[in-house]
């Protein structure tokens, strides 16, 4: 079992920035994966950026160039920093882990940007 707890969301401006953190706990060891979604009113939820335990990190076209995802392994924790954010980045965001074929979501944070 692995639970996750997300925290930095907010309501921001368009052009400003924010730091979303998700701490696992739980077997977090086994953690391979983990990744940042979000979920807009009415429409799916969809991959943000993930990133593996190695470092490697992919990211969606929508946020390439504007959002990092990090990781610190020894505090078992995830990063997303957000910047230039627009309007269109609003949403609730979940954390996710993936261990072997199983994964785990955070309850998600609401981030909000304002025109």
């Known amino acids: 079992q692995v639970q996750l707890v997300e925290s930095g969301g ?5 052009g400003g920035s924010l730091r979303l953190s ?3 706990s739980g077997s977090q060891s086994r953690i391979n994966v983990m990744s940042w979604y979000r979920q807009a009113p009415g429409k799916q939820r969809d991959l943000v950026a993930r990133i593996s335990r190695s470092g490697n ?3 969606s ?3 390439k160039g504007r959002f990092t995802i990090s990781r610190d392994n020894a ?9 230039s954010l627009k309007p269109e980045d609003t949403a609730v965001y979940y ?3 993936l261990v072997i074929f199983v994964n785990y ?6 981030v909000t940007v304002s025109s």
């Open 22 to 24: 998700c701490a696992a």
């Open 105 to 110: 979501w955070g309850q998600g944070t609401q």
């Open 57 to 59: 990190t992919n990211y």
């Open 75 to 83: 505090k078992n924790t995830v990063y997303l920093q957000m910047n």
């Open 95 to 97: 954390c996710n882990a």
């Open 61 to 63: 076209d929508s946020v």
């Open 10 to 14: 907010g309501l921001v401006q368009t």
